[in-house]
């Protein structure tokens, strides 16, 4: 598939940034839509054609489509589990978003059309042992219990993918991100990741000289991280692809637990710290990785940053960050808001 035009909804978002950058360096033709001020998207590419819609109207969703070979649709209103956890019914809306898309995919015959899913669709039966053997396979989203509100929406925007492209021939290409981190992502304000939160008070506790850290859950939860530069490549491949067109996970395989994902920010920060962890706070499932089996099979690829590295890269950013907002000094975080009056607020996808 060669894309000369492309959409990009939901590219004021972390993923979508870097997405639009990458597609105008190889010389694409990039639109980019997002419901958000361009003050508040992650990057602004000057050379794209950048516009604020909300796709969750049908009207604008099919403008955002019209005249693109590919569309690739990454808008959704996500977040860590701090914020999925207690926005279920706005994550759900989301459908609405993706509906209209492929509607306007299939009404201006779309080359390409795709889905930014998550490992959120994966049977939270699988996930309940904190593991770094957790590997999920492409199968285990069924039989369905995934990530409630929005898990099910991804699970179900899938399957709307599957049936247009089998019922109405638009051509969908699905990946099952797991946990995307990197510069240019949301390290504060709630919907932030783990990567980027863990980064933050790492250097929260460093600027106050009050070593401690505040850790969601045990500590014993394992995840797998996938760094930006991967999720990109994954993208490609599978977009691209002539022949593949099912749900594959885009994950990283290098399981860890939270504790270790701390180990490594202390060390790239250069401080140890006391460990609370709060029992309470938001916690998802105990384990979960990315089984690479498929995607290996499929395009000899998988991705491959060590987390170390990519850490390393996004500690530095979000500590620039951090200076350049407070000046050295520390910012009191408040928990993201919940319910519609964060519509606004919608934001490129996951994961
Ligand atoms: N966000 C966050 N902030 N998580 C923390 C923190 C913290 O300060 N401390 C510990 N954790 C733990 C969480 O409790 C959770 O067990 C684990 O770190 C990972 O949390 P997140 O990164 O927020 O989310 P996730 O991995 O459970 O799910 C994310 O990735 C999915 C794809 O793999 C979410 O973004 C989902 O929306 C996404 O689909």
Redesign the pocket.
């Known amino acids: 598939m060669n894309t000369r035009s492309a959409v990009i909804c939901g590219g004021g978002g972390f993923i979508g940034g870097h997405l639009a950058a990458d597609l105008l360096s190889k010389g694409i033709k990039v639109r980019v839509v997002d419901v958000k001020p361009t003050s508040e998207w992650y990057q602004v590419h000057p050379e794209a054609e950048n516009i604020v819609a909300d796709m969750n109207l049908r009207d604008a969703a099919f403008a955002a489509v019209k005249g693109s070979d590919t569309v690739y649709n990454l808008a959704c209103n996500?977040?860590?589990?701090?914020f999925?956890e207690t926005n279920k019914g706005l994550c759900m809306i989301s459908v609405l978003i993706n509906t209209h898309l492929l509607m306007g995919a299939r009404e201006y015959g779309a080359k390409r059309f795709f889905y930014a899913s998550?490992?959120?669709v994966y049977n939270g039966d699988k996930q309940q042992e904190s593991k770094i053997e957790t590997f999920l396979k492409e199968e285990d989203a069924y039989p369905a219990m995934p990530e409630d509100g929005?898990g099910w929406e991804k699970l179900f925007s899938e399957r709307m993918c599957r049936h247009f492209r089998e019922d109405f021939k638009v051509p969908t290409r699905v990946a099952r991100?797991?946990?995307v981190y990197g510069p240019f992502g949301t390290w504060e304000g709630g919907r932030?990741?783990?990567p980027a939160?863990?980064c933050r008070?790492v250097i929260e506790a460093k600027l106050s000289g009050k070593h401690e850290i505040e850790?969601?859950?045990d500590g014993q939860?394992t995840?797998s991280f996938m760094y930006i530069t991967d999720c990109l490549k994954g993208i490609h491949k599978i977009t691209d692809s002539e022949t593949w067109h099912e749900p594959i996970n885009l994950g990283s395989a290098e399981g860890v637990t939270?504790n270790q994902l701390v180990d490594l920010a202390e060390d790239i920060g250069g401080i140890k710290l006391k460990r609370n962890y709060n029992l309470n706070?938001?916690?998802?499932?105990n384990g979960?990785n990315s089984d690479n089996t498929l995607i290996n099979k499929v395009f000899g690829w998988e991705p491959d940053t060590r987390l170390r590295d990519g850490l390393e890269k996004t500690y530095k950013w979000i500590y620039q960050e951090y200076m350049e907002k407070y000046g050295g000094k520390v910012a009191v975080q408040k928990p993201a808001p919940i319910g519609a009056h964060v519509r606004e607020k919608a934001t490129a996808g996951?994961?």
């Open positions: 996500m977040g860590g589990m701090g999925i998550s490992a959120c929005y991100f797991h946990n932030e990741k783990a939160a863990i008070k850790i969601w859950g939860q995840r939270i706070a938001p916690k998802g499932v979960r996951a994961r």
